[in-house]
């Protein structure tokens, strides 16, 4: 299974609602990052946890909170967003290579529209 | 032929011709690179990657060059096919970190 999987594909929130974004790699790997994406744009790091512990932060908004629950699994869970967090959310995994450069594995992405 | 415009570089290529996008990278240190393919409302597929220690790896109709003097990367694309189409975006790192760096992106345009 060479496969990282997202749930939902698209979610349409209002800005008060609560959601949680989901996201499953049966891969191994001891990585999983969260990324956002804007269109006609690179994907931006968020989040990114090793060995289940969070281990970088880029300063993401705290309506923003990641989760990961086991090493198969990660979460996004979302609170209060604005229309300006409208985007494609990409989860992705790594095997934390011991040689050096460590390949990221994407998912589809969940179609974030904020009302 | 290649335009740059407010956001995306396109590069128009006629089907069956070969197809070169370039990326110049930041990092000196950097020793890893990856050329991800994004497909409209998809996310980013792996294509090829290459480390600091070759200059040129191959894999099936895809080479990709590093030149480090010059922190340029190139993925050359043989035979191009419509369902090449898509969005590239180059990615580096520096080993030991998990950020990866990644490319403005170039859409690749197949014209029939």
């Known amino acids: 299974d060479t496969e990282v999987t997202q749930t939902p594909k698209h979610l349409v929130m209002g800005m008060t609602n609560k959601k949680s974004l989901k996201c499953e790699q049966h891969m191994g790997h001891r990585a999983m990052y969260w990324y956002k994406q804007k269109a006609k744009k690179p994907p931006e790091l968020m989040f990114v946890?090793?060995?289940?512990?969070?281990?970088i932060n880029e300063s993401v908004p705290s309506r923003f909170s990641p989760e990961c629950p086991n090493s198969s699994l990660l979460n996004l869970h979302l609170h209060a967003l604005q229309p300006e967090d409208s985007a494609l959310y990409l989860c992705?995994?790594?095997?934390?290579?011991?040689?050096?450069?460590?390949?990221?594995?994407f998912g589809p992405g969940t179609r974030l529209t904020v009302l | 032929g290649e335009s740059v415009g407010l956001h995306l570089p396109t590069l128009s290529v006629q089907e069956g011709d070969n197809s070169i996008i370039n990326c110049a990278y930041s990092n000196s240190a950097s020793d890893y690179f990856i050329w991800y393919k994004q497909e409209s409302g998809k996310g980013p597929q792996f294509i090829i990657d290459?480390?600091?220690?070759?200059d040129k790896r191959q894999g099936q109709r895809v080479t990709v060059l590093l030149n480090k003097t010059v922190k340029h990367l190139s993925l050359q694309i043989a035979a191009t096919q419509p369902g090449d189409s898509a969005v590239y975006f180059c990615?580096?790192?520096?080993?030991?970190?998990?950020?990866?760096?990644f490319g403005t992106g170039t859409r690749l345009k197949v014209l029939a």
């Open positions: 290459i480390r600091s220690n070759m």
């Open positions: 992705a995994s790594s095997p934390i290579s011991t040689s050096g450069g460590d390949t990221q594995y």
């Open positions: 990615a580096e790192i520096y080993s030991g970190t998990y950020k990866y760096i």
């Open positions: 946890y090793s060995y289940e512990k969070l281990s």
